[in-house]
């Protein structure tokens, strides 16, 4: 029996991106959790059960620290992710192997989309060329990067049945269209672009002018009222576990970009733009500050990312408006299409209306870079008219060598020392390298050396939310409360908006033994983000060495609500509650338990202090340890 040949047949041909997708990935399957999949699967119980799963389907989708300060919730992502959990019981082959297959569904589903625009050859051309392009690494070969494919299926899905249901019609295609749009748009934000892309595909394909939007908004007035409403609900859950709708902070150490002009930032990540799929030789994991500088003036870089942004679009500008024969279905719109698809899709992560959460990063190309695919397929059957050979050849050495460099990226996701090493070796002089080797150092006891790693960091991410909280709070797990009080004081008057860095000023004023700043600090915390249990239970403490008794109750009923707690200060509060209740005996019991979980050189001084002076009990410390530490504890501050 004779096969079909890829070039004549559409099944054949998706068939044939499909398994060369998952071949070139296929090496990814070796990888384990590596970076974010540590904090997003690894570390977030609630993902381990399927009793608990439900739950974390409304909270955002970064668990614990910093959930609602970066501004994601992807409920089908957490879905997918926690169940593939219960499955595997948590072991990362499944993760992977549904990374690879779902690269190959896209690819497949690229074929057929560029098949309804352009002539199969030039299709086939540009969905290999997606199947195996190295920028697609991070996407596929990272486990959170399922949220990346996830989001890219239900959106070609959603376009496929567009094109083929036709204008106008009933209700299924619409209804059909606007459940896969839920289903994007839970995986990953950037499907907010959906309306913006069906509009465009049909501008190609139907040539909208002007005046021609009435009766086209006549015929598809289903699609766009069901995309309508579906992103409005979805923007609704959004807020409503969010409590806001865009990424509250911008990307790290670029908190200049809110002060100066964008422009000449963005104008050297245009660049990078076009550098990472024509030569997509030199890929990185974070394009932190000092990988991308933040500019501050016009110079040679961002200069010539201007004049090749502006004579991109130019060029784009010609092709969609060049008049074709109605017979030549190989229309140089169809390359003004790829570039407007990608400009569509990068919107929401190009930093240009709006901060987002990074300067750039390979994972967020996976969806633009289908529009690159469907201008890279165009160009191939263009040169294949007047020189074939030529053009095959030099697809298949470009494919050559996209596959090689696929190949050999993939294991520097093999797991988080792999993607650190990868990273400090080729920019150590970067932000995020100085970042990563002061907790590298920090986790081996070197802490002098952590420290100046961290000085570094600061001095090139500036005194951004996200970098000053974290390394507070490594300096808090080191005792160095002093230093940790003064970065967390730094994000808090930089962004008081949120409630992390109030939340560790109450827990380092606690630890100084200050009722009143810990419950300024706790409230604080509270008033931006009620469910805190910790915050809770140091207000309780607070409240209670006040003598403030209702409300120090009140405080520990819905600390007890959230969570129980097991640190000294809980214990005091029960100290307190005893000696008031005249439970002598058991208010010197829990304060016995309390020294017990005591950490800190402070923490003894502070509650070796309050033995004395407030239980009349003798001190713990020897006379030296007494002074030593007394002088540092501000005790009575």
Known sequence: MRLPSPLLNRRAAAALVAVVGGLVFANSLLNGFAWDDEQI???????????????????????????????????????????????????????????????????????????????????????LVFAVHPVHVEAVANVIGVAEIVSTVALLGACLIHVRSGPGGRWGS????????????????????????????????????????????????????????TAAALLAGRFAVLGSLASPLGPLGADLLQEIPRIWTLAEVWTHYVRLWVFPLDLVSDYA??????????????????LLAMSILVVTWVAWRR????????????????????????????????????????????????????????????????????????????????????????????????????????????????WILGDAFLGTGRESEALRAYRAAIDVLGTHYQVVTEISRQLIAMRRYRAAEVLASIAARNDPRYPLAWGMLAFIRAEYGDPEGTERYARLSLERHEVDATRHHLLAWALAAQGRWPEASEARARGLEQAPARFWHMYMYEAYVRRENGDTAGAFAAIDTAWAFVASDVGRATLDSVRVSEFGLESLLAPDDSADSGANTGVNR
């Open 323 to 434: 008049p074709q024969a109605r017979s030549d279905i190989l229309t140089a719109r169809m390359a003004a299409f790829g570039v407007l698809w990608f400009v569509i899709t990068i919107s929401p992560v190009s930093n240009t209306v709006f901060l987002a959460g990074v300067l750039l990063a390979e994972r967020t190309l996976y969806l633009p870079s289908v529009g690159l695919a469907a201008a890279t397929g165009w160009l191939v059957a263009r040169l294949a008219r007047d020189r074939p050979r030529g053009a095959w050849i030099a697809l298949g050495l470009a494919l050559s060598l996209a596959t090689a460099r696929t190949w050999t990226r993939s294991p520097t996701w093999a797991d988080t020392g792999a993607v650190i090493t990868a990273l400090v070796s080729q920019y150590p002089q970067s932000g995020r390298s100085q």
């Open 174 to 229: 619409p209804l059909a269209i606007g459940l896969l749009f839920a289903f994007g748009f839970g995986a990953k934000e950037s499907a907010i672009t959906l309306p913006g892309i069906l509009f465009l595909i049909d501008a190609a394909r139907r040539r909208i002018g002007f005046s021609d939007l009435r009766a086209y908004l006549r015929d598809e007035w289903r699609t766009y009222a069901v995309l309508g409403g």
């Open 41 to 127: 699967v690894v570390l977030n119980t609630r993902l381990h059960e399927l009793g608990s799963l439900p739950g974390a389907l409304a909270l955002p989708y970064w668990p614990g620290t910093y959930g609602r300060e970066l501004g994601l919730w992807r409920p089908t992502t957490t879905a997918l992710l926690g169940l593939q959990h219960v499955i595997s019981g948590g072991a990362p082959l499944l993760f992977h192997a549904v990374n690879v297959a779902g690269h190959a569904l896209v690819s497949a589903l690229v074929l057929l989309l560029l098949a309804e625009l352009m002539p199969l050859g030039g299709a086939l051309a540009g969905a």
């Open 289 to 306: 500050p000092n990988v991308i500088p933040i500019s501050l003036g016009w110079h040679a870089t961002n200069g010539v990312g201007v």
